[in-house]
C-alpha cells in the first residue's frame, strides 16, 4: 500500500512533457489550412484557439495570423500546453496578432492610448506591453514605432529595440507597402471609389485641418472605396498613401461624410459608443528578414450592424 501510494504521488508531481507537433512545409499556402491538413481530426475552433494564444511557430517565431504566408521549407511547430506564462497575454489585456525577436503587432481594442499622455500614465498598449516583454527578462523595453488615436481600434505595429525603431521611422514611406482602415461615415457615399488630397495643418488647439495649398501644411493623400451602406451609413475601405494625424477623419469631414463618432471632426453621436475606424490590413517589409509581412482583422461586427450591409467578411472583397 505504501509503494502504491508513494507512486502516485510521483505521478501527481511529475512534470507533464508539454506535447509539441512539428512539421515542415513542403508548398507554398497559408497557416490555417495547413494546419486543417495536419489535424483532420481536430475541429477548426479548436486550431483557431491555437493561433489566437499563439501555441504556433514558424522558424520560431510566434505567429496569430490565420492567412499567415507558409513558404516550402518552413519550419511549423504546434505547441499543445496552456500555462507558459509568455503566451498568456490575454491576462494583460492585449490581443497580439505577431511577434519576433525585433518586432511585435497588436489589434489594438478601441478606447486603449498608445502611449501615456497628461491625464492617462498607466493603462496603454506601451504600458501593457512593456509589461509583458519584462516577463520574459526584466531588462526588455518597448519602442513606439507609430500611433492610433485613442477610438482607433486596430493592427499597431511596436519595436522590440531603439535601432529597428528608428530604422522603421526612418524608411517608413517606403517599407509600409499597405496600410487600410474600415471605417463607418454618415451619410450616403455617392461616389464608389474616390480619392482625397489636400495639405493638412495643426493649430495650436491641436485641431487639425485642410488646405489646398502647400503653404505650411503636409500632403495628406486618402483613397476610399465604399463596400455597403444604407440610407444612413456608408461603409467604406480606406487607403492611406500618407500618415499624417488626423487624416482620416479630417479627410472623411472635408467629403461631408464624418466618421461615425467623431466628436471631434464631425457629429459626435454614435450607435455602437464609439468612433467606427479599425485599422484593419497592415503590411511591410521586415526592417531585418527583408519578408513581407501582411496583417489583416475582421471588420468589427458593430460596423456592419450599424451600415446594415448584405456583405459579408466573405463577400467582400479586400483590396
Not at 281 to 303: D, S, V, W, Y
Request: proline share 4%.
Amino acid at each position: 500500500m505504501k509503494v502504491k501510494k508513494t507512486i502516485q504521488a510521483m505521478r501527481k508531481s511529475a512534470p507533464i512533457k508539454a506535447k509539441i507537433d512539428k512539421f515542415t512545409v513542403h508548398k507554398e499556402e497559408t497557416l490555417l489550412p495547413f494546419l486543417i491538413e495536419q489535424f483532420p481530426n481536430k475541429v477548426r475552433t479548436v486550431l483557431k484557439e491555437l493561433l489566437r494564444d499563439r501555441h504556433v511557430f514558424i522558424n520560431g517565431t510566434a505567429v496569430g495570423q490565420f492567412n499567415y504566408p507558409l513558404a516550402a521549407g518552413a519550419f511549423v511547430e504546434v505547441h499543445w500546453e496552456k500555462n507558459h506564462p509568455r503566451k498568456q497575454h490575454g491576462s494583460i489585456g492585449l490581443d497580439i496578432v505577431f511577434e519576433d525577436n525585433d518586432l511585435i503587432v497588436i489589434n489594438k481594442p478601441s478606447g486603449l492610448l498608445t502611449v501615456a499622455t497628461a491625464t492617462e500614465k498607466r493603462k496603454t498598449a506601451y504600458s501593457l506591453l512593456s509589461e509583458y516583454v519584462k516577463l520574459e527578462a526584466p531588462a526588455n523595453k518597448i519602442f513606439i514605432v507609430h500611433r492610433l488615436d485613442r477610438e482607433t481600434s486596430g493592427l499597431l505595429l511596436f519595436a522590440k529595440n531603439n535601432m529597428v525603431k528608428q530604422h522603421i521611422q526612418e524608411t517608413w514611406e517606403t517599407m509600409v507597402e499597405q496600410r487600410t482602415y474600415v471605417g463607418v461615415v454618415e451619410g450616403i457615399v455617392e461616389k464608389d471609389v474616390g480619392t482625397v488630397t489636400s495639405w493638412l495643418t495643426e493649430t495650436s488647439a491641436f485641431n487639425v485641418y485642410s488646405q489646398q495649398n502647400a503653404a505650411g501644411g503636409k500632403r495628406a493623400v486618402t483613397h476610399y472605396r465604399k463596400i455597403g451602406g444604407n440610407s444612413r451609413y456608408s461603409l467604406l475601405h480606406l487607403n492611406l498613401d500618407t500618415g499624417r494625424k488626423h487624416q482620416i477623419r479630417v479627410h472623411m469631414q472635408d467629403i461631408g461624410h464624418p466618421i461615425v463618432g467623431d466628436k471631434k471632426y464631425g457629429l459626435g453621436s454614435s450607435p455602437i459608443h464609439r468612433l467606427a475606424l479599425h485599422a484593419q490590413i497592415l503590411a511591410f517589409t521586415h526592417p531585418k528578414t527583408g519578408q513581407l509581412l501582411r496583417f489583416e482583422t475582421p471588420i468589427p461586427e458593430n460596423f456592419l450592424q450599424i451600415t446594415a450591409t448584405t456583405c459579408s467578411r466573405k463577400k467582400i472583397k479586400l483590396p
